[in-house]
């Protein structure tokens, strides 16, 4: 038999929210990833058309909750630099210079 005195309860119920919160954030870690080769191949050509290409350093991320790519350090023919946003079908969707 198993007695539960106040502080037991108290002890058990911090252990649960800390429980919840670190699973919280491993959802939150698993929730985007690195474009494969295959997709950033297909992405450096839809930005080809629009006339912009990936610096050496890009960084291009599927994120799973938006079902959309991030394309960091795009450089565009009018010479600034961009983020671009594509869907699954690799669409773009959204255009912003970085600062």
Request: hydrophobic share 35%; glycine share 6%.
């Amino acid at each position: 038999m198993i007695k539960k005195t106040g502080s037991g309860c108290l002890l058990l119920i911090s252990l649960s929210f800390f429980s919840l919160i670190l699973g919280i954030d491993s959802v939150r870690a698993d929730n985007d990833r690195d474009a494969t080769t295959e997709e950033i191949a297909r992405i450096k050509q839809v930005l080809a058309v629009q006339g912009c290409s990936l610096d050496d350093d890009h960084d291009v991320e599927f994120y799973f909750n938006r079902n959309r790519y991030e394309v960091d350090d795009v450089i565009c023919s009018d010479g600034k630099i961009y983020e671009i946003y594509l869907d699954q079908n690799f669409n773009i969707i959204s255009k912003r210079q970085d600062d």
